[in-house]
T-cell receptor
Framework: AQTVTQSQPEMSVQEAETVTLSCTYD???????LFWYKQPPSRQMILVIRQEAYKQQNATENRFSVNFQKAAKSFSLKISDSQLGDTAMYFC???????????????FGKGITLSVRP | SQTIHQWPATLVQPVGSPLSLECTVEGTSNPNLYWYRQAAGRGLQLLFYSVGIGQISSEVPQNLSASRPQDRQFILSSKKLLLSDSGFYLC???????????FGNGTRLTVT
């Protein structure tokens, strides 16, 4: 079974600064996907970024980027130029690659609450 | 474009009462459908998933059940609610394997 660990329960960052959220995972799989989801106070789950394990290049989406270290099983999220709207809970998630087309299940960490200070 | 609808948004039910939460997806066919629960201080726990009509897989044995009577409809039910069933329930879908899940707005269930 896969596990996802987010050891920091809360973080705070000044607006316009950079913050890094940590995530580690444990799996025996060699092919998988990793995701970061954002849950603002509205509680809508929003996909932030996705990383395929077979890709060495770190994924980037505008101000969001990841540092994927496959050997260390680490997947951190960096938010640059933090904005007030980035205040939310952030979840790291793992998905095992499915070759049967049957299903794609996400395993989530416990999440980290990020507060952006004005 | 695809959209997911989940209702109700908020629900307060007494212990021992039945439950029915509904989720529908528009704009796609034969989606994979999921029910997750988010308890306070915890991440999301997968409860059920479905890869087709009438096909339900349970991840965690508990007081809840799920059904998929139509291709794009997923229902979470209970015959008798427990206090421990309180939480935030999220429905999600994906059209393809190895693709991100897309979530509904969730239902906040309080069992009193």
């Amino acid at each position: 079974a896969q596990t996802v660990t987010q050891s920091q329960p809360e973080m705070s960052v000044q607006e316009a600064e950079t913050v890094t959220l940590s995530c580690t995972y444990d799996t025996s799989e060699s092919n998988y996907y990793l995701f970061w989801y954002k849950q603002p106070p509205s509680r809508q789950m929003i996909l932030v970024i996705r990383q395929e394990a077979y890709k060495q290049q770190n994924a980037t989406e505008n101000r969001f980027s990841v540092n994927f270290q496959k050997a260390a099983k680490s997947f951190s999220l960096k938010i640059s130029d933090s904005q007030l709207g980035d205040t939310a809970m952030y979840f790291c998630a793992f998905m095992k690659t499915s070759h049967t087309g049957a299903n794609s299940k996400l395993t989530f960490g416990k999440g980290i609450t990020l507060s952006v200070r004005p | 474009s695809q959209t997911i609808h989940q209702w109700p948004a908020t629900l307060v039910q007494p212990v021992g009462s039945p439950l029915s939460l509904e989720c529908t997806v528009e704009g796609t066919s034969n989606p994979n459908l999921y029910w997750y629960r988010q308890a306070a201080g915890r991440g999301l726990q997968l409860l059920f998933y479905s890869v087709g009509i009438g096909q339900i897989s349970s991840e965690v044995p508990q007081n809840l059940s799920a059904s998929r009577p139509q291709d794009r409809q997923f229902i979470l039910s209970s015959k008798k609610l427990l206090l421990s069933d309180s939480g935030f329930y999220l429905c999600a879908w994906t059209a393809l394997s190895n693709s991100p899940l897309h979530f509904g707005n969730g239902t906040r269930l309080t069992v009193t």
